[in-house]
């Protein structure tokens, strides 16, 4: 069955970088997109970006620009997402979801809790 | 920037059918997609493209989209029915878009 699981929890401090992993098992890698959506505590979806796992094309949240990136490796059929400069409103619950390109999300990993606290 | 809007809380009693409602600007032009959370659990897809069930899910989770207003119905509500539901668009093929997210709370 399709299935996405990701890294573990992670606390970081102010200012470091986290990246996250999700790997992806029971379809083809390359026929989808990953889109990383993350949840601050008590709060609403908040989506983050897309990358293509077929040519490694992204498309960034605006307001996480320059700040953020996303990469697969399709050896392992996994998706990384790094999110740099850390601050205290990043911390939040980090999950990755199967995209079909502009589409919805129909499969999604477990979440990855990231604390940032100094 | 594209914004959709959902009621914080919707309340029904057991056996009977709730709509928890989107409202975005011309709506009906976009694909609708709706997800239920339960705590601490991760998303789950219940309707994609307006009114499309993925396998798995219980004929009584039904959507329709028109006009500037979509609607996620549940009909015979169960208590397992609870969580937070979600409902989601493409703005421009490019950024997804959420909803604020509604609570739904069955009596």
């Known amino acids: 069955q399709v299935q996405l699981v990701q890294s573990g929890a992670e606390v970081k401090k102010p200012g470091a970088s986290v990246k996250v992993s999700c790997k992806a098992s029971?379809?083809?890698?390359?026929?989808?997109?990953i889109s990383w959506v993350r949840q601050a505590p008590g709060q609403g979806l908040e989506w983050m970006g897309w990358?293509?796992?077929?040519?490694?094309?992204?498309n960034y949240a605006q307001k996480l620009q320059g700040r953020v990136t996303m990469t697969t490796d399709t050896s392992t059929s996994t998706a990384y997402m790094e999110l740099r400069s850390l601050r205290s409103d990043d911390t939040a619950v980090y999950y990755c979801?199967?995209?079909?390109?502009?589409?919805?999300?129909?499969?999604w990993g477990q979440g990855t809790l990231v604390t940032v606290s100094s | 920037s594209y914004e959709l809007t959902q009621p914080l809380s919707v309340s029904v009693a057991l056996g009977q059918t709730a709509r928890i409602t989107c409202g975005g600007n011309?709506?009906?032009?976009?694909?609708v997609h709706w997800y239920q959370q339960k705590p601490g659990q991760a998303p789950v897809l219940v309707i994609y493209?307006?009114?499309n069930r993925p396998s798995g899910i219980p004929e009584r989770f039904s959507g329709s989209n028109s006009g500037n207003t979509a609607t996620l119905t549940i009909s015979r509500a169960q208590a397992g029915d609870e969580a937070d539901y979600y409902c989601?668009?493409?703005?421009?093929?490019?950024?997804?878009?959420f909803g604020g997210g509604t609570k739904l709370t069955v009596l």
């Open positions: 989601q668009v493409w703005d421009s093929s490019t950024a997804a878009v």
């Open positions: 493209r307006d009114s």
């Open positions: 011309n709506i009906g032009s976009k694909n």
């Open positions: 990358i293509s796992a077929y040519n490694g094309n992204t």
């Open positions: 029971g379809y083809t890698f390359t026929s989808y997109g």
């Open positions: 979801a199967r995209d079909g390109g502009a589409s919805h999300f129909d499969c």
